[in-house]
Protein backbone atom coordinates (compact mmCIF):
# COMPACT_ATOMS: atom_id res chain seq x y z
CA UNK A 1 0.00 0.00 0.00
CA UNK A 2 1.11 3.49 -0.73
CA UNK A 3 2.47 5.98 1.99
CA UNK A 4 -1.41 7.20 3.58
CA UNK A 5 -2.66 10.48 2.08
CA UNK A 6 -5.32 12.75 3.73
CA UNK A 7 -7.62 12.32 0.32
CA UNK A 8 -6.81 8.69 0.35
CA UNK A 9 -9.93 8.43 3.09
CA UNK A 10 -13.69 9.52 1.97
CA UNK A 11 -15.85 11.47 4.50
CA UNK A 12 -16.23 8.63 7.14
CA UNK A 13 -12.46 7.84 7.48
CA UNK A 14 -12.81 4.74 5.51
CA UNK A 15 -9.72 4.15 3.30
CA UNK A 16 -11.16 4.26 -0.13
CA UNK A 17 -10.84 1.45 -2.29
CA UNK A 18 -9.05 2.46 -4.71
CA UNK A 19 -5.72 2.03 -3.02
CA UNK A 20 -5.95 -1.39 -2.26
CA UNK A 21 -4.73 -3.76 -4.77
CA UNK A 22 -6.42 -6.55 -6.01
CA UNK A 23 -4.88 -9.10 -3.78
CA UNK A 24 -5.36 -6.70 -0.80
CA UNK A 25 -9.36 -6.36 -2.00
CA UNK A 26 -9.54 -10.62 -1.96
CA UNK A 27 -8.08 -11.02 1.03
CA UNK A 28 -10.26 -8.07 2.88
CA UNK A 29 -13.59 -9.54 1.20
CA UNK A 30 -12.57 -13.28 2.55
CA UNK A 31 -11.80 -11.70 6.07
CA UNK A 32 -14.76 -10.17 5.98
CA UNK A 33 -17.11 -12.62 5.06
CA UNK A 34 -15.50 -15.24 7.11
CA UNK A 35 -15.59 -12.97 10.31
CA UNK A 36 -19.07 -12.09 9.80
CA UNK A 37 -20.06 -15.88 10.15
CA UNK A 38 -17.33 -16.88 12.59
CA UNK A 39 -16.10 -13.68 14.09
CA UNK A 40 -12.77 -15.09 13.56
CA UNK A 41 -11.27 -11.74 14.28
CA UNK A 42 -12.56 -11.56 17.48
CA UNK A 43 -10.83 -15.31 18.16
CA UNK A 44 -7.44 -14.35 16.42
CA UNK A 45 -7.37 -11.25 19.07
CA UNK A 46 -8.12 -13.52 21.98
CA UNK A 47 -5.38 -16.35 20.81
CA UNK A 48 -2.69 -12.91 19.91
CA UNK A 49 -2.83 -11.98 23.82
CA UNK A 50 -3.05 -15.87 24.77
CA UNK A 51 0.58 -16.09 23.00
CA UNK A 52 1.63 -12.63 24.50
CA UNK A 53 0.48 -13.52 27.97
CA UNK A 54 2.15 -17.09 27.97
CA UNK A 55 5.64 -15.14 25.84
CA UNK A 56 5.88 -12.31 28.11
CA UNK A 57 6.08 -15.36 31.04
CA UNK A 58 9.16 -17.27 29.04
CA UNK A 59 12.94 -16.65 30.23
CA UNK A 60 14.53 -14.41 27.62
CA UNK A 61 17.33 -15.88 25.87
CA UNK A 62 21.01 -13.61 26.18
CA UNK A 63 20.66 -11.95 23.14
CA UNK A 64 16.99 -10.87 23.44
CA UNK A 65 17.60 -9.58 27.31
CA UNK A 66 20.38 -7.58 26.00
CA UNK A 67 19.28 -6.29 23.00
CA UNK A 68 22.35 -7.87 21.19
CA UNK A 69 22.36 -7.46 16.99
CA UNK A 70 24.58 -10.51 17.17
CA UNK A 71 21.60 -13.04 16.49
CA UNK A 72 24.31 -15.65 15.39
CA UNK A 73 23.08 -18.73 17.01
CA UNK A 74 19.49 -18.40 14.75
CA UNK A 75 21.34 -19.06 12.20
CA UNK A 76 23.14 -21.77 13.10
CA UNK A 77 22.72 -24.72 10.44
CA UNK A 78 22.47 -27.45 12.67
CA UNK A 79 18.75 -25.80 14.03
CA UNK A 80 17.42 -27.04 11.29
CA UNK A 81 17.73 -30.85 11.91
CA UNK A 82 14.40 -30.64 13.52
CA UNK A 83 12.79 -29.17 10.11
CA UNK A 84 14.53 -31.69 8.45
CA UNK A 85 12.95 -34.37 10.59
CA UNK A 86 9.24 -32.98 9.79
CA UNK A 87 9.84 -32.81 6.06
CA UNK A 88 11.35 -36.43 5.84
CA UNK A 89 8.18 -36.75 7.77
CA UNK A 90 5.96 -35.13 5.59
CA UNK A 91 7.68 -37.37 2.17
CA UNK A 92 7.07 -40.29 3.77
CA UNK A 93 3.44 -39.92 4.29
CA UNK A 94 2.44 -38.31 1.46
CA UNK A 95 4.64 -41.13 -0.31
CA UNK A 96 2.79 -43.74 2.35
CA UNK A 97 -0.76 -42.93 1.36
CA UNK A 98 -0.24 -43.39 -2.50
CA UNK A 99 1.24 -46.62 -1.70
CA UNK A 100 -1.77 -47.37 0.40
CA UNK A 101 -4.13 -47.29 -2.98
CA UNK A 102 -1.84 -50.35 -4.23
CA UNK A 103 -1.19 -52.53 -1.17
CA UNK A 104 -3.38 -54.68 0.72
CA UNK A 105 -3.06 -56.40 3.90
CA UNK A 106 -4.07 -59.85 3.60
CA UNK A 107 -2.11 -63.42 4.11
CA UNK A 108 -4.53 -64.92 2.02
CA UNK A 109 -2.76 -67.22 -0.82
CA UNK A 110 -2.09 -65.71 -3.75
CA UNK A 111 -0.43 -67.89 -6.28
CA UNK A 112 2.86 -69.04 -4.62
CA UNK A 113 2.84 -65.89 -2.27
CA UNK A 114 0.35 -63.76 0.54
CA UNK A 115 -1.36 -61.37 -1.10
CA UNK A 116 0.51 -58.65 0.35
CA UNK A 117 3.45 -59.89 -1.12
CA UNK A 118 2.17 -59.89 -4.26
CA UNK A 119 1.19 -56.67 -3.60
CA UNK A 120 4.64 -55.40 -3.53
CA UNK A 121 5.23 -57.10 -6.35
CA UNK A 122 3.23 -55.66 -8.50
CA UNK A 123 3.94 -52.13 -7.32
CA UNK A 124 7.82 -53.05 -7.70
CA UNK A 125 7.48 -54.22 -11.35
CA UNK A 126 4.29 -53.44 -13.14
CA UNK A 127 2.99 -50.18 -11.80
CA UNK A 128 4.32 -47.38 -13.28
CA UNK A 129 7.37 -45.41 -11.30
CA UNK A 130 5.68 -47.90 -8.50
CA UNK A 131 9.26 -48.33 -7.94
CA UNK A 132 10.08 -45.09 -7.11
CA UNK A 133 7.27 -44.70 -5.15
CA UNK A 134 8.45 -47.42 -2.66
CA UNK A 135 12.40 -46.21 -3.09
CA UNK A 136 10.84 -42.97 -1.79
CA UNK A 137 8.60 -44.07 0.82
CA UNK A 138 11.61 -46.14 2.46
CA UNK A 139 14.48 -43.69 2.00
CA UNK A 140 11.78 -41.02 3.46
CA UNK A 141 11.63 -43.09 6.60
CA UNK A 142 15.40 -44.03 6.69
CA UNK A 143 16.17 -40.49 6.66
CA UNK A 144 13.40 -39.55 9.36
CA UNK A 145 15.29 -41.78 11.70
CA UNK A 146 18.60 -40.17 10.89
CA UNK A 147 17.23 -37.12 11.45
CA UNK A 148 15.73 -37.24 14.18
CA UNK A 149 18.53 -38.70 15.95
CA UNK A 150 20.67 -36.34 14.67
CA UNK A 151 18.28 -33.69 16.30
CA UNK A 152 18.01 -35.46 19.31
CA UNK A 153 21.93 -35.45 19.87
CA UNK A 154 22.51 -31.36 18.81
CA UNK A 155 19.81 -30.73 21.66
CA UNK A 156 21.39 -32.61 23.88
CA UNK A 157 24.82 -31.11 23.17
CA UNK A 158 23.32 -27.51 22.70
CA UNK A 159 22.37 -28.42 26.06
CA UNK A 160 18.28 -26.93 24.57
CA UNK A 161 16.70 -30.00 27.18
CA UNK A 162 17.59 -27.67 30.28
CA UNK A 163 14.62 -25.49 32.25
CA UNK A 164 12.16 -24.25 30.66
CA UNK A 165 12.32 -27.14 27.60
CA UNK A 166 12.24 -30.21 29.86
CA UNK A 167 8.29 -31.22 28.86
CA UNK A 168 9.45 -30.88 24.88
CA UNK A 169 12.94 -33.15 25.76
CA UNK A 170 10.29 -35.68 27.06
CA UNK A 171 7.98 -35.28 24.30
CA UNK A 172 10.95 -35.67 21.89
CA UNK A 173 11.76 -38.96 23.22
CA UNK A 174 8.32 -40.07 22.78
CA UNK A 175 8.64 -39.07 19.64
CA UNK A 176 11.77 -40.83 18.75
CA UNK A 177 10.27 -44.36 20.29
CA UNK A 178 7.14 -43.66 18.18
CA UNK A 179 9.29 -43.13 14.77
CA UNK A 180 11.11 -46.24 15.47
CA UNK A 181 7.50 -47.85 16.08
CA UNK A 182 6.38 -46.84 12.59
CA UNK A 183 9.34 -48.48 11.05
CA UNK A 184 8.84 -51.91 12.60
CA UNK A 185 5.14 -51.82 11.81
CA UNK A 186 6.27 -50.32 8.28
CA UNK A 187 8.94 -53.29 7.69
CA UNK A 188 6.50 -56.24 8.61
CA UNK A 189 3.82 -55.24 6.34
CA UNK A 190 6.21 -56.34 3.00
CA UNK A 191 5.51 -60.04 4.94
CA UNK A 192 8.67 -61.51 3.37
CA UNK A 193 10.55 -63.63 4.96
CA UNK A 194 12.56 -60.51 7.01
CA UNK A 195 9.28 -59.32 7.51
CA UNK A 196 7.89 -62.73 9.12
CA UNK A 197 11.16 -63.29 10.75
CA UNK A 198 11.38 -59.57 12.47
CA UNK A 199 7.60 -60.48 14.04
CA UNK A 200 8.79 -63.67 15.19
CA UNK A 201 11.12 -61.54 17.02
CA UNK A 202 8.64 -59.09 18.20
CA UNK A 203 6.36 -61.52 19.52
CA UNK A 204 9.37 -63.15 21.64
CA UNK A 205 10.84 -59.76 23.27
CA UNK A 206 7.08 -58.87 24.07
CA UNK A 207 6.23 -62.47 25.64
CA UNK A 208 9.80 -62.41 27.68
CA UNK A 209 8.22 -59.13 29.59
CA UNK A 210 7.63 -59.91 33.25
CA UNK A 211 4.09 -60.39 34.04
CA UNK A 212 2.36 -58.59 31.41
CA UNK A 213 4.20 -60.57 28.16
CA UNK A 214 1.50 -62.56 27.10
CA UNK A 215 -0.89 -59.83 27.25
CA UNK A 216 1.20 -57.43 25.12
CA UNK A 217 2.14 -59.98 22.31
CA UNK A 218 -1.78 -60.71 22.25
CA UNK A 219 -2.42 -57.51 22.10
CA UNK A 220 0.20 -55.98 19.63
CA UNK A 221 0.73 -59.41 17.40
CA UNK A 222 -2.71 -60.90 18.05
CA UNK A 223 -1.24 -64.15 19.21
CA UNK A 224 1.84 -66.10 20.00
CA UNK A 225 2.44 -67.15 16.24
CA UNK A 226 2.12 -64.94 13.08
CA UNK A 227 -1.44 -64.79 11.50
CA UNK A 228 -3.54 -62.78 9.33
CA UNK A 229 -4.50 -61.14 12.65
CA UNK A 230 -0.90 -59.26 13.21
CA UNK A 231 -0.47 -58.27 9.70
CA UNK A 232 -3.90 -56.18 10.06
CA UNK A 233 -2.88 -55.05 13.37
CA UNK A 234 0.96 -53.89 12.12
CA UNK A 235 -1.52 -52.08 9.22
CA UNK A 236 -3.62 -50.46 11.15
CA UNK A 237 -0.96 -48.92 13.63
CA UNK A 238 1.41 -48.28 10.34
CA UNK A 239 -1.69 -46.52 9.15
CA UNK A 240 -3.68 -45.28 10.89
CA UNK A 241 -2.65 -44.77 14.47
CA UNK A 242 0.92 -43.94 14.71
CA UNK A 243 0.17 -41.09 11.54
CA UNK A 244 -2.61 -39.40 14.10
CA UNK A 245 -0.86 -39.66 16.93
CA UNK A 246 2.75 -38.48 15.79
CA UNK A 247 1.62 -35.77 13.53
CA UNK A 248 -0.69 -34.48 16.54
CA UNK A 249 2.63 -34.89 19.07
CA UNK A 250 4.76 -32.74 16.40
CA UNK A 251 2.46 -30.58 16.25
CA UNK A 252 2.70 -30.06 19.76
CA UNK A 253 6.41 -30.39 19.75
CA UNK A 254 7.00 -27.51 17.07
CA UNK A 255 3.83 -25.46 18.80
CA UNK A 256 6.30 -25.11 22.19
CA UNK A 257 9.63 -24.21 20.19
CA UNK A 258 7.13 -21.53 18.52
CA UNK A 259 6.20 -20.16 22.02
CA UNK A 260 9.73 -20.74 23.56
CA UNK A 261 11.68 -19.89 21.05
CA UNK A 262 14.89 -21.82 20.18
CA UNK A 263 17.71 -21.79 22.44
CA UNK A 264 20.97 -20.84 22.85
CA UNK A 265 23.86 -23.05 23.39
CA UNK A 266 24.00 -23.29 27.23
C1 LIG B 1 9.50 -36.83 14.96
C2 LIG B 1 10.55 -36.36 15.55
C3 LIG B 1 10.85 -34.91 15.80
C4 LIG B 1 10.49 -33.79 15.06
C5 LIG B 1 9.70 -33.75 13.77
C6 LIG B 1 11.05 -32.63 15.76
C7 LIG B 1 10.92 -31.31 15.33
C8 LIG B 1 11.53 -30.22 15.95
C9 LIG B 1 11.67 -28.89 15.39
C10 LIG B 1 11.18 -28.45 14.01
C11 LIG B 1 12.33 -28.12 16.31
C12 LIG B 1 12.79 -26.65 16.14
C13 LIG B 1 14.06 -26.58 15.29
C14 LIG B 1 15.24 -27.37 15.86
O1 LIG B 1 15.61 -27.15 17.03
O2 LIG B 1 15.77 -28.21 15.12
C15 LIG B 1 12.57 -28.95 17.48
C16 LIG B 1 13.15 -28.51 18.67
C17 LIG B 1 13.35 -29.31 19.79
N1 LIG B 1 13.27 -30.68 19.84
FE1 LIG B 1 12.49 -31.87 18.38
N2 LIG B 1 11.71 -33.06 16.90
C18 LIG B 1 11.63 -34.43 16.95
C19 LIG B 1 12.20 -35.27 17.89
C20 LIG B 1 12.87 -34.84 19.03
C21 LIG B 1 13.62 -35.67 19.95
C22 LIG B 1 13.85 -37.16 19.76
C23 LIG B 1 14.05 -34.86 20.97
C24 LIG B 1 14.83 -35.23 22.21
C25 LIG B 1 14.62 -36.28 22.93
C26 LIG B 1 13.58 -33.51 20.70
C27 LIG B 1 13.74 -32.42 21.53
C28 LIG B 1 13.61 -31.10 21.12
C29 LIG B 1 13.88 -29.93 21.96
C30 LIG B 1 14.27 -29.94 23.46
C31 LIG B 1 13.72 -28.82 21.13
C32 LIG B 1 13.93 -27.35 21.51
C33 LIG B 1 15.34 -27.02 21.09
C34 LIG B 1 15.68 -25.55 21.28
O3 LIG B 1 14.85 -24.79 21.74
O4 LIG B 1 16.84 -25.21 20.94
N3 LIG B 1 12.89 -33.52 19.49
N4 LIG B 1 12.10 -30.23 17.23
Do not use: C
Not at 25 to 47: C, N, Q, S
Not at 110 to 116: E, F, H, L, N, R
Request: glycine residues 6%; aromatic residues 16%.
Amino acid sequence: MSLEKKDDFDHKGWMKEKDLTPVETTFLTALIWLDTRFRIVDYLEILETLYYRINLQMPKSHTEQYNLDNKFWYWYPLYTLGLFSTLAYIVAAISGALLGFYYAPSTAESGDATVAYEALRYIMTELQFGFMLRSIHRWAAQVMVAAVFLHMLRVYFTGAYKEPRELNWLLGIVLISLTMVFGYTGYLLTWDQLAFWAGQIGVEMSLSIPLAGEWVAQLLFGGFTLTQATLQRMYILHVFLLPFVVTTLIAIHIGIVWVQGIAEPH
